[in-house]
């Protein structure tokens, strides 16, 4: 296999676009997709028909606008190229006016309120910032998706403003420091992707990951992930086959699959890409899921992307690193040898800084499921908490400026490993700290938050706002100042004095900071239906508005959507709950509990003087935790109802104060009975097979 002959041969990139348009025409399209200069219908026309042949070419008989609804995962309907001719044969023909618009059914998807039910025209609209691709004989073409009235329905579209609006404020900034020829400023993403791979024979005795994607129930098996013996281990051959098909599906697709690893839980992996312009790392991610998915059934297993899908083991996380950079290549968080005398870092570290504190709220929302509620907080992802880790160096540069001495630098040194013929080589000047949710990694941020299932556009849109937001301010003061040095470093010092309480380099696991972060007034938030409400506080929605990302109705509709989405989930693991204790738990303990009795009985017959202390000591168990389930499996039902006919934050609020409580009661009877039931009774496969047996 040749990577550089298949890598991005499913795409139609820009060596494609070279290759297959007509020179004037590829010219435009360039600077369409770099300048954002708009698309004559003309030009639209050269190049639908060159990617209509390219895509027939590659065996695609139909074309999609792909988009991303506000669901989490992306859309797609299939029309054919095919249009009948008046000998009643066909043609295969595609405009640019199917190109560049498309008309969707919108009355299905999320809209929270944007639009009436009965209100049921969208439009997609083509994205050329991101490429068309071949994907199962369609080309698909990566699209916007809008209302009738132009209300975003989508992830892709808020996304995309808010890299307008930060590129805007970010070049303001560099023309204050000379730099003339920067036009336009990207983000740049990198989201690591976590995930399990199970035995689809397994998963398919398991209503619970079949409807919610995590087990509901299960005893732990006799052994977790406590040796430390999975984290970077050898692959399995299983795994190792399925890792070596899905990297070459995401290289066809331009995907630039680069690291894979074993993770820390049994049956756990990691993928990381090499980053790319925030834009396509969202579109990209989108796809790894769903090849993950499709690559894993091939191979007779199934790619689990929920949070947390097995209780007492390490949930899956995302982690999105973060940064700018300029058009001429320039990293904007990149601190340089010397970064205490680098201001232009400085001052966009300082942004940073300052947008994360004073939206450090809307942070945390971006991030907020119920899925993602099981994960948060514990000893294997950040805390609920959003702090900035810097590390020594930036965090002895930065008080320096506070305190208006002299940095002295810091001395990484050496690392010396103690044996001759092992080289010796510099150290990092700072760790690596695992417990922060926004931690500095060298020439980027990552935000550790994110939960394994969820879009990574939400966050990017937060943090692209609140850091153009911050970057606007700090043009509007120093704009026409006579001494550009001394100003900058003012601010600087002002906004650290203001906003240094984020910066936090310690162990964000321990109980310690929860107290410290309280005491600095920083938010801990632990719940999703706590975060919530950040979202329409007055000095949230106008940020957004301020800056053209959300309009007021399209954030309140996206407050809407969250709100409805935790209510559902729960809703349906609690039904889900319920089925599986009344036709399945149920019915096996009381099987297992009948044939205990007629041992007994049988002993019995032949003499009294049998012990039969065993049996009747798990037929007295398990009789009270079946009672225990069945009454319990009542409440929850009554506890659901209840809660399903409230609306909104109370809805939300019902569901995880009465119903998950009673969720995790009704656990505990039957990994309780788990534990105490003959193999051959027990109904579902168990924690053992799912996490060993692959």
């Not at 989490?72 to 001719?85: G, L, R």
């Not at 929302?365 to 908490?385: C, K, Q, T, W, Y």
């Not at 954030?555 to 809703?571: F, G, M």
């Amino acid at each position: 296999m040749k990577i550089a002959e298949i890598f991005g041969s499913e795409v139609f990139n820009e060596a494609v676009m070279k290759e297959k348009l007509p020179k004037e025409t590829y010219k435009a399209l360039k600077k369409t997709i770099h300048d954002g200069k708009s698309l004559d219908i003309t030009i639209a026309n050269t190049v639908a028909n060159a990617m209509k042949d390219w895509a027939i070419e590659k065996g695609a008989t139909h074309y999609t606008h792909w988009f991303q609804p506000m669901t989490n995962i992306t859309a797609e309907k299939h029309d054919s190229f095919i249009v009948p001719t008046e000998d009643g044969h066909v043609i295969m023909e595609f405009s640019g006016k199917e190109l560049i618009k498309g008309e969707s059914d919108a009355s299905s998807f999320p809209s929270g309120g944007l639009r009436d039910t009965c209100e049921a025209r969208g439009y997609t609209a083509w994205d050329p910032t991101s490429c068309a691709f071949v994907k199962d004989g369609t080309l698909c073409i990566p699209t916007a998706f809008c209302s009738y009235n132009g209300e975003a329905l989508d992830k892709k579209t808020p996304l995309l403003r808010s890299m307008e609006a930060l590129s805007k404020q970010a070049v303001r900034i560099l023309r204050l420091f000379g730099n003339e020829n920067v036009k336009r400023v990207t983000t740049t993403a990198g989201p690591e992707q976590e995930y399990f791979l199970v035995d689809k024979k397994y998963y398919d005795e398991r209503k619970d990951l079949l409807y919610c994607g995590r087990t509901l129930f299960g005893a732990p098996a006799p052994k977790g992930q406590e040796m430390e013996d999975h984290y970077f281990g050898a692959l399995k051959p299983r795994v190792c086959a399925y890792m070596k098909e899905l990297d070459e599906e995401l290289w066809k697709m331009g995907v630039h699959a680069k690291t894979k690893h074993n993770e820390a839980a049994p049956a756990q992996h990691e993928l990381a890409p090499i980053f790319n312009t925030t834009n396509v790392a969202v579109d990209h991610n989108q796809l790894t899921m769903e090849i993950m998915k499709k690559v894993a059934l091939r191979h007779g297993l199934v790619c689990l992307l929920h949070e947390k899908p097995f209780a007492g083991v390490n949930g899956s996380g995302k982690h999105n690193n973060w940064s700018m950079s300029t058009d001429t290549g320039v990293n904007l968080l990149d601190p340089g040898k010397t970064p205490a005398e680098n201001a232009q870092f400085l001052l966009f570290l300082a942004a940073v800084i300052k947008a994360v504190d004073k939206y450090q709220g809307m942070m945390r929302v971006s991030v907020a499921s119920a899925a993602n509620d099981h994960r948060l907080g514990a000893a294997e992802a950040p805390p609920a908490i959003v702090s900035i880790f810097l590390g020594d160096e930036l965090q002895a540069i930065l008080e320096s400026i506070i305190n208006g001495t002299a940095y002295h630098g810091v001395d990484a040194g050496k690392m010396k490993l103690g044996v001759h013929v092992l080289p010796d080589f510099p150290k990092d000047n700072t760790d690596r700290n695992r417990t922060s949710p926004f931690a500095f990694t060298g020439n980027k941020f990552e935000f550790r938050m994110l939960g394994s299932t969820a879009s990574v556009a939400d966050p990017n849109v937060v943090l692209n706002t609140i850091v153009a937001d911050a970057l606007e301010s700090y043009a509007d003061r120093l704009e026409g100042v006579e001494d550009l040095t001394d100003a900058v470093h003012e601010l600087v010092r002002k906004t650290m004095r203001d906003h240094m309480r984020v910066v936090f380099n310690g162990n964000g696991y321990s109980d310690e900071w929860k107290a410290e972060a309280e005491r600095r007034g920083l938010l801990n938030l632990t719940s999703t239906v706590d975060a919530l409400p950040q979202m329409i506080e007055q000095k949230n929605i106008d940020v957004f508005v301020k800056h053209g990302v959300y309009s007021e109705s399209e954030i309140r509709s996206r407050y809407e959507i969250l709100l409805e989405n935790y209510s559902k989930a729960v809703n349906i693991e609690a039904l889900t709950a319920i089925d599986m204790v009344r036709k399945e738990y149920l019915p096996a303990i009381s099987a297992y509990v009948s044939d205990l009795s007629d041992t007994v009985l049988a002993k019995k017959g032949v003499s009294e003087a049998i012990p039969c202390t065993a049996e009747i000591t798990l037929i007295a168990k398990l009789s009270k935790y079946t009672d225990a389930m069945f009454k319990t499996a009542d409440e929850l039902e009554a506890a659901g109802k209840a809660a399903a006919k409230l609306s909104g934050l109370d809805q939300a609020k019902a569901f995880r104060e009465t119903v998950l409580p009673l969720m995790e009661e009704l656990r505990t009877y039957v990994d309780s009975a788990e534990v105490l039931t003959a193999d051959e009774y027990w109904p579902v496969s168990t924690y053992g097979e799912l996490l060993f047996k692959v």
